[in-house]
T-cell receptor
Framework: EAGVVQSPRYKIIEKKQPVAFWCNPI?????LYWYLQNLGQGPELLIR????????DSQLPKDRFSAERLKGVDSTLKIQPAELGDSAVYLC?????????????FGPGTRLTVL | AQTVTQSQPEMSVQEAETVTLSCTYD???????LFWYKQPPSRQMILVIR??????QNATENRFSVNFQKAAKSFSLKISDSQLGDTAMYFC??????????????FGKGTKLSVIP
């Protein structure tokens, strides 16, 4: 079974430029998560999807961040415009559901560097 | 709000020895779950072990075991017979019902473990 796939693995951009990250969850997983991991910190949830619906986006900075999960499978996270403080690793995870017995499986992440 | 504290930013252990990583948490809830995740240098995070708060028996998974002290809100991870492949960041995480049957993970800041040959 293929794991969670993320691309690109690394991205370097100038500040004020747009950037997008892509995530393909494990087949059959209805719940998809985007996490932000700053250097030396644990992951923090940005947004959670149940199929194509964003059900928890309270931590997503909506002035510059947006996300979508068309057709309830792949997901894209976008930042426009990027700021220096956005440099971090962006992790995607998926699970069969969001109940307590559903293990979250993580992708390798996208390391973003904003210059 | 729930918090998870890992007081050891870095630790090292000799190969084949035993090491214990500490974690404390704060919550007013009684029904929750605790996890230890491993994040190797390649950065793909994987689940090591989980513990249900209602279970008194400590969870074990091969060389990994936990010491769960509910009253003290402590959840430490013991790694026995440490191997070079255990070198990684280890995150303690807390899972709580965020409403309507959905659950949200809260992570600690992590402990960087180095296994020395």
């Amino acid at each position: 079974e293929a794991g969670v796939v993320q691309s690109p693995r690394y991205k370097i951009i100038e500040k004020k430029q747009p950037v997008a990250f892509w995530c393909n969850p494990i087949s059959g997983h209805n719940t998809l998560y985007w996490y932000l991991q700053n250097l030396g910190q644990g992951p923090e949830l940005l947004i959670r999807y149940e199929n194509e619906e964003a059900v928890d986006d309270s931590q997503l900075p909506k002035d510059r961040f947006s996300a979508e999960r068309l057709k309830g499978v792949d997901s894209t996270l976008k930042i426009q415009p990027a700021e220096l403080g956005d440099s971090a690793v962006y992790l995607c995870a998926s699970s069969r559901g969001s109940g307590r017995n559903n293990e979250q499986f993580f992708g390798p992440g996208t390391r973003l560097t904003v210059l | 709000a729930q918090t998870v504290t890992q007081s050891q930013p870095e630790m090292s252990v000799q190969e084949a020895e035993t090491v214990t990583l500490s974690c404390t948490y704060d919550t007013s809830e009684s029904n929750y779950y605790l996890f230890w995740y491993k994040q190797p240098p390649s950065r793909q995070m994987i689940l090591v072990i989980r513990q249900e708060a209602y279970k008194q028996q400590n969870a074990t998974e091969n060389r990994f075991s936990v010491n769960f002290q509910k009253a003290a809100k402590s959840f430490s991870l013991k790694i026995s017979d440490s191997q070079l492949g255990d070198t990684a960041m280890y995150f303690c995480a807390f899972l709580l019902d965020s409403g309507a049957g959905s659950y949200q993970l809260t992570f600690g800041k992590g402990t960087k473990l180095s296994v020395i040959p």
